[in-house]
């Protein structure tokens, strides 16, 4: 089965053939540093650590870089606003997203090149473009002629015309034609500047990602990602850079972009005011909620966030994350409820619906990353090991083995989608099972003893460490509350 991803730039599912066979180089938009990033940013991140993750999981050698804008108007701004050096700026809000992406769960790129330590490869790639007479000088400042490069507005099914005429009465008299662009700003007193053939100044936005995309993975790279906000005129004007500056194509092979996260339908920005920080939805729901929230959506289409759909999210992950932890009760023999058989048992149908919820995971994920169907084939493994264990304390060790198995499936679908099951706290951490076994026993004691006190304390214990114990007819059953 071949892998389909939607590229932007064909407006089509297309077969996904790399550049080398066998790896993958991509590159994402990273953060423009100058505040906390919010929900709506966190989705890039996240629908990116998916497409990595799943393109691991599916044998590719991945390459993920993804930058950091670290000068920028916003910056100078935000810096100035505060009263502080753009750098001591830049240098927390870098920090506040590492903390952010780590606490997501977001693997870490391989390489996050700053654009202030890339000024070189940037003045380059400008001169290169003025030596092609596709940019121009006015002043200090260096504008792209975007009329000079024909294919401009393919990825965004703009046409050149159109733009050129619909832009014309907001004319800056120092650029040629509207949509020109700067590509290098001559500096304003006070502001970071670095020098260059056209005096002090610093780089426009978009030159950074064309000169450190190509630096790092070279020309016609596998992916490059980002929001659909992106398209015009950030990934617009990073093709005509790229391209105008070394005369060939595909400067990219395939481009994908997410969609927007709303609150109350209406897209979620600071600009708007309606912004979530990461941060405080971690603390409201944990990293798994977040991503399942996301995961339960296809990339490309939008997402409503609210409180609700996130505790919803969170349910469904428990459901995911409850199952893997009954599992390690009965494969560790932990219940002593359970008795371990010999012989056959009933372990060929388990297998075989595993072998099948797999395959659905693959069709799904390869028909352009579609997540939540490949979520719903990871219920499915949930409900056939449910129906499979209910009402049942006797297992044989060939279907004790074949529940192993299906914990191992969902461990391994799950990491394709960054999500990962502790099952019991405490990771499956033998101790931890022991000492609540131990608890619960002792509570039993009391119980049994008409000792209510000491059984309340026991269960005030196990409180403390998440653990939520039900008394059914068939003895106390236990279970960790959902992590985060
Ligand atoms: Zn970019």
Redesign the pocket.
Known sequence: MVLKVHNTLTGRKDDFVPRDAGRVAMYV?GPTVYNYIHVGNARCYLTFDMVRRYLAFRGYDVLYAQ?FTDVDDKIINAAAEQGIDPTVLTATFIEAFLEDMAALGVAPPDIAPLATEHISDMLEMIESLIDKGIAYVVDGDVYYEVAKFPAYGRLSHRDLADLQAGARVDVDSRKKAAPDFALWKSAKPGEPNWDSPWGKGRPGWHI??SAMSLKYLGFSFDIHG?GLD?IFP??EN?IAQAEGATGESPFVRYWLHNGFVTMSGEKMAKSVGNVIRVRDALAEAGPMAIRMLFLGTHYRSPIDFNADKLAEAGRAYDRLNNLVGNIDRIAAALDDKITVLTGAGKERQLLDALRSAEAAFVAAMDDDFNAPDALGAMFTVTREVNTFIKDRTRFSLDEIDALDEAKATLTRLGDALGLSFTGFAGSADVNFKADVDAKIAARQAAKAAKDWDAADRIRNDLALLDVVIEDTPEGTKWRVKKDG
């Open positions: 938009c930058n950074e990602c980002g992106l950030h990934h990073e």
